[in-house]
């Protein structure tokens, strides 16, 4: 089995990790740059990157993300010879078990229309969700790659948190049930499912910045330095960032087998 795992020590999935600094996240208001940065750069039109051969690649937005927020990695994808698919989560602010429901049911419309097993980018919890399918569905997923997503400890900014809190009582009020979202007692399984192995078959990778300031760094990277790609920039921006792109294009090409 693959070596790369989500390790959740403590019973609140989503939680603040113990022993680091709280990450900047004022540098989030920077995100723009990142955008334009993209812009100006030979990698938005695809110079120098790996061309694809029409392989299905599926973006999964962050928590509280609608699907159109990878709108410009879709265009970029499709330059670059992929095709693209939105998750289908619409937007990622409910139960991720759901969500991963919902991506479930693109990877195998997204296989029947190409024939190919696809390659899932996830950006922050999107990530997380993506994983989940994966582990579920190898045969169909050949690459998972994720952009800024809490890995070693899955945790974010206490105001981030304070949100994800809000949404859970407010899924509470409308539907009448209790919550346990991000938890170990999550009840439809989204937690132990996403913290399982990935299988050898899935190739994996995370692209990372250290001056993310949603999450940890420490915590969005893997365990194998060959798997990183540290690009700079924010956290907001990464679905953005020119240096992601050009380390996304290498990676989805990489045909080595995953260990």
Known sequence: MSTSTVHT????????????PVPPLWVESLWAIDWLAL????????????????EAVITVPGLMC????????????????????HSGVVINAACPGR??????ETVRRAVRDTGRPVRLVGHSLGGIIARRVAVDQPENVSHLIYLGTPLQAVSAHPRVLATGTLLMAAAMM??????????????CGFTVAASQELPDSVRHAAIFTKSDGVVDWHNASEAHDRLNHEVGGT?????????????????????????
Not at 75 to 82: A, D, F, K
Not at 236 to 256: E, F, K, M, V
């Open 174 to 187: 409308l539907t009448g049930r209790e919550c346990h979202c991000f938890t170990l007692d999550c009840r």
């Open 39 to 54: 812009r100006l750069s030979p990698v938005f039109y695809g110079w120098g990157v790996p061309r694809g051969d029409g």
């Open 99 to 104: 969500m991963a429901e919902r991506l479930d």
């Open 9 to 20: 020590t403590h019973r609140t999935l989503l939680a603040p990790a113990p022993d680091l």
């Open 235 to 259: 956290h907001a921006g990464l679905p953005y960032n020119p240096r992601a792109y050009r380390a996304l294009g290498h990676i989805l090409q990489d045909r080595r087998r995953a260990r």
């Open 66 to 85: 609608p699907d159109a927020f990878m709108l410009e990695m879709h265009g970029w994808l499709r330059r670059v010879g992929y095709r693209p698919y």
